[in-house]
């Protein structure tokens, strides 16, 4: 899941310039590394959950299985952000 959701954020940010010629990358770089800090918060925090609950249903892990695919869709949209700057 984290794999297809930070494929398809990578996928529109690299194909964003083609479709919008307004498309803005010059946000401050604390932005990006704030939410790089943010995405791997998450994405940890969803793995340790997901270790020290393994007991627990179906729906729990899934939520927190979304959880990390966000995180990592915010990860990837940032890295590629900071590579285009």
Not at 40 to 64: A, G, N, Y
């Amino acid at each position: 899941m984290s794999v297809t959701i930070s494929y398809f954020a990578a996928y529109i940010q690299l194909t964003a310039n083609k479709s919008v010629n307004s498309c803005s990358y010059l946000d401050p770089l604390i932005i990006d590394i704030v939410a790089l800090i943010a995405g791997f918060f998450l994405i940890c925090e969803s793995l340790v959950d997901i270790f020290f609950h393994k007991q627990s249903p179906v729906v729990k892990q899934l939520v927190r299985c979304v959880r990390m695919a966000f995180g990592s869709a915010i990860v990837t949209i940032h890295i590629l952000q900071f590579i285009h700057k």
